[in-house]
């Protein structure tokens, strides 16, 4: 008894240790959202472990950090998050998280007169300009070379194959973007999440909200969108995977009230990706996804 007593005991020890030391192999990395979450899976591949906070349909801009997740970050040996200001609320945790471990923001590389600013503040959708979101990609390549130098050439070749696969779906983007009649590139959504999509693809982009869904919006705004519908001819506008689509429901009747027909052109992902598992689910996919939906409700498909 004594003696398998002995065996179990060295067992326990020899697996905990190798559970110790497989997790020291592995970084433990905790994005803010799915876009970086799936960005740093793609860089990083079996060396890291990684957690997203926010998940499918959550917006940013509105969200609170739970205790969960403040236990998340504090275990964590690398944050990502997406900066200028799109995680609002969780800046003071950022902070504070700052000075005990490592905390990175994707844009920070950007060079500012690459950036859109509107009425004084920078727009921080840059994923929807793959040109930006290149240098996102290798912050977090350069972050975790840093981190983990033993597999540094891993991480810059897997940088390198990913940010030639959004290359690739630029061209793709463009090619779909270009097939819409130019007097009907106009993408309406609830928010100003899309200017550097439209910028990318030579789109007029107008939101009800600001660039973010913290900002309010009143009957005058609603009014001033009918007119722009109804003056332009506008068949199509844009609900949003996470936002309420009620102010876009309420432009719609507003224009119908004027005896114009807009429909609802779809659901387009702006601030979150989709459920995982899906096509929808994957940076990549998403993009594709939003760059269909537009195509087709703006040709009037």
């Known amino acids: ?22 997790k020291k192999d592995v970084i433990y990395v905790v994005a803010t959202t799915g876009q970086i979450a799936d960005l740093v899976k793609h860089v990083g591949g079996e060396y890291v ?9 959550v917006d940013p801009h509105l969200y609170k950090a739970t205790q969960g997740d403040i236990q998340k970050l504090s ?17 003071e945790i950022f902070t504070k998280m700052s000075k005990t471990k490592k905390v990175v923001a994707v844009s920070e590389e950007i060079p500012k007169e690459k950036l859109i600013e509107i009425d004084g503040v920078y727009d921080p959708h840059i994923w929807f300009d793959l040109d930006l979101w290149s ?87 609603v009014q001033e969108l009918v007119d722009f519908i109804v003056d332009r001819n506008i068949q199509a506008v844009f609900v949003e995977s996470s936002v309420s689509k009620k102010a876009i429901e309420a432009v719609v009747e507003g224009a119908r ?24 689910g994957t940076f990549i996919g998403m993009y594709r996804y939003n760059v269909k939906t537009i195509a087709q409700a703006l040709k009037g498909e």
């Open 257 to 280: 009230q004027r005896g114009h027909h807009v429909s609802i052109g779809g659901e387009l992902f702006s601030d979150a990706l989709g459920r995982e598992g899906t096509e929808e």
């Open 135 to 221: 240098y996102a990609v290798q912050m977090v390549g350069d972050e975790l070379s840093a981190m983990d130098p033993k597999h540094k050439q891993i991480y810059e070749e897997r940088a390198e194959a990913y940010e030639s696969q959004l290359m690739q779906l630029k061209e793709e983007a463009k090619k779909e973007m270009n097939a819409i009649p130019k007097k009907q590139r106009v993408l309406i959504t609830a928010h100003d999440a899309f200017h550097y999509f439209g910028r990318a693809y030579d789109i007029e982009v107008l939101g009800l909200q600001g660039l973010s869904t913290d900002a309010e919006y009143g009957l005058k705004d």
């Open 49 to 57: 472990h990684v957690e997203a906070l926010m998940g499918p349909g």
């Open 75 to 91: 275990q964590a040996d690398i944050i990502f998050y997406n900066g200028l200001h799109l995680e609002g609320k969780l800046g």
């Open 1 to 22: 008894m004594k003696k398998w007593m002995i065996i179990w005991t060295a067992l326990l020890l020899l697996f905990g240790c190798e559970t110790k030391e497989n």
